[in-house]
Nanobody, 119 residues
Framework: QVQLVESGGGLVQPGGSLRLSCAAS????????MTWYRQAPGKERELVAA????????NYADSVKGRFTISRDNGKNTVYLQINGLKPKDTAVYYC????????????WGQGTQVTVSS
């Protein structure tokens, strides 16, 4: 059974940091591109950061460049999102996604973790 379980969200003050984790199971993690998305209330889901299967290349939304860092540990079947310099506009539910680029039918989502930035 495929599972993606996010954790690490919470309430944090502006300027603070969080480290989100997404633990994968039920599929060959190293074969999947991993992506973090977020969805703020009343807005569409947007791509935040992505990382290649080997972890040798990353991509970020312009709005988070320099503050967010995506990484993965294929030995632990986990992808991370280090978030620094949090801003109120970063408030959203953060989701991880796993995509098999050789078969788009293999496209999995986690349940999301809430990040709230407020003083």
């Amino acid at each position: 059974q495929v599972q993606l379980v996010e954790s690490g969200g919470g309430l944090v003050q502006p300027g603070g940091s969080l480290r989100l984790s997404c633990a994968a199971s039920g599929f060959t993690f190293s074969r999947y591109v991993m992506t973090w998305y977020r969805q703020a209330p009343g807005k569409e889901r947007e791509l935040v950061a992505a990382i290649t299967r080997a972890g040798d290349s990353t991509n970020y939304a312009d709005s988070v460049k320099g503050r967010f860092t995506i990484s993965r540990d294929n030995g632990k079947n986990t992808v991370y999102l280090q978030i620094n310099g949090l801003k109120p506009k970063d408030t959203a539910v953060y989701y991880c996604n796993a995509l098999d680029v050789t078969n788009s039918n293999h496209n999995y989502w986690g349940q999301g973790t809430q990040v709230t930035v407020s003083s």
